[in-house]
């Protein structure tokens, strides 16, 4: 038997035991991991030093560096909450969806029930062990989880603390060891992609090409999401301030996510409509990628204005229109292209979109009803912020990953995401036979019975 069987047998194996565990139980493992992710908080900082050093000496892009430092700001402390916040939120296995009485004591029921195992591949960032940790045990699904290269040494440390503390407490809350494994070399990915037996869904986390290469390598379901081409279109209603400060939010708050503005869609007819171009160059830094009417229009407007200097000027490129409105920048560089209406707008991010999330701003309720109707993105926003796109904004505690496909899961894919349904008949001794459409003449009663106060 290969390593790679066996971690989907094992994995297998301990998902068929935590789909029985109590929500309690479940959730008492996750506070233990909390607990001790933060008491090994030195050691696990001193192993992303480590990636990070490597990191820098390899050359590796500013955008995947900022993803790998898990120490900056409250991103540590951020990871903590989210497995709290997983563990608060309300039990996703066994909801009863649906309950139809057949007949006299012959019941069906529609219940929510975990997916199984789930092998989760991610590249840079160190946090998503925790996330996937958290959210596959709190929905009773064993996890295989994959992380980059870059950030072998915080993955090794992370994975040594929950381990431990797994097995530690596995004789106090029954979540059995394999609940959660941790791997490191291409060979084992390779190798687990072709256990279609054993693992019921792949969620690649990073580059498009990591996406790409995985839904051509194996029949698992794949659920993910390749690009953020995320835009944010100004509507000739739209406010000048909400829209010099949603723009600059979307672009500058953390311009490596896959929510961040990529592409900024100007109606020329807003009033004052280059002060959000001026505010997200100045402000912002942003590097403007202007198409050729937009950069003739906007520099006028500056000279006009005498505000035309060397540091607006510094920041003008001309847009590459065969590459730049199907890219994800991550970095502070933004294209700028005029349209005449909601219409065309809905057109353009139709046409470029990866389909994760865009935006309006606009006052005019029936452009924005447009927008948010015509758009075929997993998020849609009407004045606000693309980087609202989380899970963890969501309320869901922490996400999975973001998908853009339209089968089973999309956007934010949190605990909801990672169950499905099966149907339980309850009956007292009934058979098909004695009923119409199976040989028998008992006719079906099909009523569907109230589940607001019902519990099975």
């Keep these: 038997m290969s390593s ?7 994995a297998r194996r301990a998902g068929n035991i935590l789909k029985t565990i109590s929500d309690e139980n479940r959730s008492k493992v996750l506070y233990k991991i909390h607990d001790e992710l933060k008491e090994n908080a030195s050691s696990i900082e001193k192993a992303n030093k480590l ?3 490597a990191a820098a000496e390899s050359g590796l892009a500013q955008s995947l560096m900022k993803r790998l430092d898990l120490f900056k700001g409250d991103k540590f402390d951020t990871m903590l909450q989210g497995i709290k916040d997983v563990a608060e939120l309300e039990d996703p296995v066994g909801k009863l969806k649906l309950a139809r009485q057949l007949d006299e004591d012959l019941v069906l029921y529609q219940v929510t029930a975990p997916v199984g195992v789930l092998l989760v591949i991610f590249e840079s960032r160190p946090e998503v062990i925790a996330n996937i940790t958290a959210l596959a045990i709190k929905s009773g ?14 993955f090794r440390e992370m994975a040594r603390v929950i381990n431990s503390t797994i097995a530690k407490y596995e004789k106090d809350t029954g979540v059995p060891v394999g609940s959660v494994q941790l ?8 190798g687990l992609l072709t256990q279609d037996e054993y693992i019921d869904l792949v969620v690649p986390r990073g580059s498009n090409a990591l996406v790409r290469k995985i839904k051509a390598s194996t029949k698992i379901p794949v659920l993910g999401h390749a690009d953020g081409i995320c835009s944010i279109y100004l509507d000739a209603d739209a406010d000048l301030e909400k829209a010099k400060r949603i723009t600059l939010d979307a672009k500058t708050n953390y ?3 896959c ?25 912002g830094d942003v590097t403007l990628h202007l198409a050729s009417d937009v950069k003739e229009a906007y520099v006028e407007k500056l000279k006009e204005e005498n505000a035309f200097d060397e540091e607006v000027r510094s920041k003008i490129v001309d847009v590459d229109e065969s590459t730049d409105f199907d890219r994800e920048f991550l970095s502070l560089d933004c294209a700028v292209k005029f349209v005449e209406s909601t219409k065309e707008a809905v057109e353009h991010i139709n046409h470029h979109s990866s389909k994760h999330t865009d935006a309006i701003i606009t006052e005019n309720e029936a452009h924005a009803e447009l927008f948010l109707k015509g758009i075929d993105s997993a998020g849609v926003y009407w004045n606000a912020s693309t980087r609202f796109a989380d899970g963890f904004r969501y309320g869901f505690g922490t996400e999975v990953g973001i998908s853009t496909s339209k089968i089973h899961a999309r956007g934010p894919v949190g605990l ?6 099966q149907y339980q008949i309850r009956g007292t001794g009934q058979v098909a036979s004695d009923y119409l459409g199976a040989g028998g003449k008992r006719a079906f009663v099909h009523k569907d019975l109230d589940i607001s106060q019902m519990t099975i």
Aim: no cysteine.
């Design 255 to 257: 311009p490596a996510g």
């Design 51 to 53: 990636d990070l050093q």
């Design 259 to 283: 929510n961040a503005m990529e592409t900024l869609l100007v109606n020329p007819k807003l009033a004052k409509w280059w002060k959000v171009l001026e505010h997200l160059s100045r402000k």
């Design 4 to 10: 790679s069987e066996q971690i989907a047998k094992n």
């Design 183 to 190: 791997i490191e070399t291409r060979e084992d990915v390779s």
């Design 141 to 154: 699904n064993a996890g295989i989880l994959k992380g980059g290269k870059e950030s072998v040494n915080t």
């Design 416 to 421: 909801d995401g990672l169950v499905t349904y």
